[in-house]
C-alpha cells in the first residue's frame, strides 16, 4: 500500500509541476485577443496596400491606352487631312485646270513639232508620287492597344506564376 501511495503523490507532484509550468508560460487572455486583433489588422493592411497598388496600376495602364487611343484618333485625322491636301494638289495640278490656267495667263496651244526644248542638267524631271500603300499591307486591323497595357495584374501575377511552377517542375516548353 506504501507503495501505490508513493506513486500518487509522484504523479500528483508531476502533475502541480506540470500545471505550474504550463501555468507560468500560458498568457493572458487579454493578451491572447490583442494578438489576434493585431494579426487581423496586419492582414487587412497588407490586403489594403496590395489592393491600392493594383488599382494605381490599373489606372495608370488605363489611362495610358486612352492616351494611346487619343493620339491614334489625333494620327488619323491628320492622315485624312494630308490625304484631302494631296488630292486639292492633284486637282490643282490635272491637265484640265492647268490647261484653262495657261489659257487664263495668255499661253497658246502650239504644235509639238514646233517646240523648242531645253535640257537643263542636273533636273531629274518630276518623280512619279505613290499614293497608295504597296498591295498586301493593311494596317486597318492592327490592334490600336497594346498588349502591355491589355493586361491586368492579375494576369500577369498569375503568369509569372505558371512559369515559377513550370521551371520549378522541370516541365520545358
Not at 487572455?29 to 490599373?58: D, E, H, K, M, T
Not at 487611343?69 to 490643282?92: P, V, W
Request: glycine residues 6%; hydrophobic residues 40%; positive net charge.
Amino acid at each position: 500500500m506504501t507503495v501505490s501511495n508513493e506513486r500518487t503523490t509522484r504523479r500528483r507532484k508531476r502533475a502541480s509541476v506540470k500545471t505550474k509550468f504550463t501555468q507560468a508560460f500560458k498568457q493572458a487572455p487579454w493578451r491572447n485577443q490583442v494578438q489576434y486583433a493585431g494579426l487581423f489588422l496586419l492582414v487587412l493592411v497588407v490586403i489594403l496596400l496590395v489592393a491600392s497598388v493594383y488599382l494605381s496600376i490599373s489606372g495608370r495602364a488605363a489611362a495610358a491606352g486612352l492616351s494611346a487611343y487619343r493620339l491614334n484618333l489625333d494620327r488619323q485625322d491628320l492622315e485624312r487631312q494630308i490625304s484631302d491636301r494631296k488630292a486639292q494638289i492633284a486637282q490643282l495640278t490635272s491637265a484640265v485646270v492647268m490647261e484653262e490656267r495657261a489659257k487664263a495667263m495668255g499661253f497658246k496651244r502650239i504644235d509639238p513639232s514646233q517646240a523648242i526644248y531645253i535640257s537643263v542638267p542636273g533636273y531629274a524631271g518630276r518623280q512619279p508620287v505613290v499614293l497608295a500603300a504597296p498591295p498586301g499591307i493593311d494596317d486597318s486591323h492592327r490592334s490600336l492597344v497594346l498588349p502591355g497595357y491589355r493586361q491586368s495584374l492579375w494576369d500577369w501575377l498569375f503568369q509569372g506564376i505558371n512559369r515559377l511552377s513550370e521551371s520549378v517542375g522541370g516541365r520545358s516548353q
